[in-house]
Nanobody
Framework: QVQLVESGGGLVQAGGSLRLSCAASGRTVSTYTMGWFRQAPGKEREFVAAVPWSSLGPDYGDSVKGRFTISRDNAKNSVYLQMNSLKPEDTAVYFC??????????????????WGQGTQVTVSS
């Protein structure tokens, strides 16, 4: 089993920045693809970013590309999401996700076996 715990969410004004953290436990996740999804009230879960276990580069959802950066620290068994130039439409619960090795696609919710409980990000206008 892998447990994922997100932290770093909060309230920020538009144009500001937040850094989300996801701490994994139960397994070493250096061989896992790690990512982030988000879900706003009344909306479907949306792909945000993912970084594969392999040397392939990260992938980002179109709405966050150029503003968000995903990274991982295998020594800390953690993954991060640096969010810059935040907009009110970024308001959502952000979920950390994980799956061993590389999935067929990093953008689908069904690709991931493990989900965190989420952390709230609220961006005020």
């Amino acid at each position: 089993q892998v447990q994922l715990v997100e932290s770093g969410g909060g309230l920020v004004q538009a144009g500001g920045s937040l850094r989300l953290s996801c701490a994994a436990s139960g397994r070493t996740v250096s061989t896992y693809t790690m990512g982030w999804f988000r879900q706003a009230p009344g909306k479907e879960r949306e792909f945000v970013a993912a970084v594969p276990w392999s040397s392939l580069g990260p992938d980002y959802g179109d709405s966050v590309k150029g503003r968000f950066t995903i990274s991982r620290d295998n020594a800390k068994n953690s993954v991060y999401l640096q969010m810059n130039s935040l907009k009110p439409e970024d308001t959502a619960v952000y979920f950390c996700v994980a799956v061993e090795y590389n999935p067929r696609t990093v953008r689908g919710t069904g690709s991931y076996d493990y989900w965190g409980q989420g952390t709230q990000v609220t961006v005020s206008s």
